[in-house]
């Protein structure tokens, strides 16, 4: 299957820094999430991002999809921001997203 | 919110038990799908379902047994379960199967003892 890479895998950082999640992937995709899980280990939907880049306030993502990467900037962190960023990804022909280890952020006011 | 509901959220079961969880979504999908989150592991797909009818099943247990009787309810029974089998397993659905944006339910947190 193909691999999904995420890095840093932890990250602390002051309230109101700004920081850059990676996401490497080893094969062609037609689909890549990215996902926030909050301490009671809900996945909230964050960009749903192929390809090109979107923003939503603080948040925004940029996939390179012929570089077979994503990155996740976060600006001005905020103590809830805190929890388990993952990167997603749909192989070509396949049915299912397979999943990143994830970057645990941590924000400290 | 995201749409899509999970039941039970918590579930502790002894090894000799059944029971089974429940997702509901009330997006209007065509796909649903089991996904399970064990400590220090990736997300991992366990089965899928588009139309009703069952299109990935990832060399899961024969203990895990799915069942999707419409398009917006799938349950995953268990029977006989392991203490490796403790976990979060969460539910997602999408338009269809394939290149859909997925939305996930809150989880069911399992103990297995």
């Known amino acids: 299957g193909i691999q999904v890479e995420q890095s840093p895998p932890d990250l602390i950082l002051q309230e109101g820094a700004n920081s850059t999640l990676r996401c490497n992937f080893s094969?062609?995709?037609?689909?890549l999430q990215w996902f926030h899980q909050n301490p009671w280990g809900q996945l909230i939907n964050l960009f749903y991002i192929p390809s090109g880049t979107k923003q939503n306030g603080r948040l925004s993502a940029t996939t390179v999809a012929t570089e077979r990467y994503s990155l996740l900037y976060i600006s001005s962190s905020q103590t809830t921001d805190s929890g388990v960023y993952f990167c997603?990804?749909?192989?070509?022909?396949?049915?299912?997203?397979?999943f990143g280890t994830g970057t645990r952020l941590t924000v400290i006011p | 919110e995201t749409g899509v509901t999970q039941t039970p959220r918590h579930l502790v079961m002894g090894m000799t038990n059944k029971k089974s969880l429940k997702c509901e979504q009330h997006?209007?999908?065509?796909?649903m799908y089991w996904y399970k989150q064990s400590a220090k592991k990736p997300l991992e797909l366990m089965f899928v379902?588009?139309?009703?009818?069952?299109?990935e099943n990832n060399s899961v247990p024969s203990r895990f047994s799915p069942e999707c009787p419409n398009s917006s309810h799938l349950f995953l029974h268990l029977h006989t379960l392991q203490p490796e089998d403790s976990a979060l397993y969460l539910c997602a659905s999408s338009h269809l199967a394939g290149a859909y944006e997925q939305y996930f339910g809150p989880g069911t947190r399992l103990t297995v003892t």
């Open positions: 094969d062609s995709v037609n689909n």
């Open positions: 997603a990804v749909l192989q070509t022909g396949a049915n299912n997203l397979f």
């Open positions: 379902y588009s139309l009703e009818e069952r299109v």
């Open positions: 997006l209007g999908h065509n796909a």
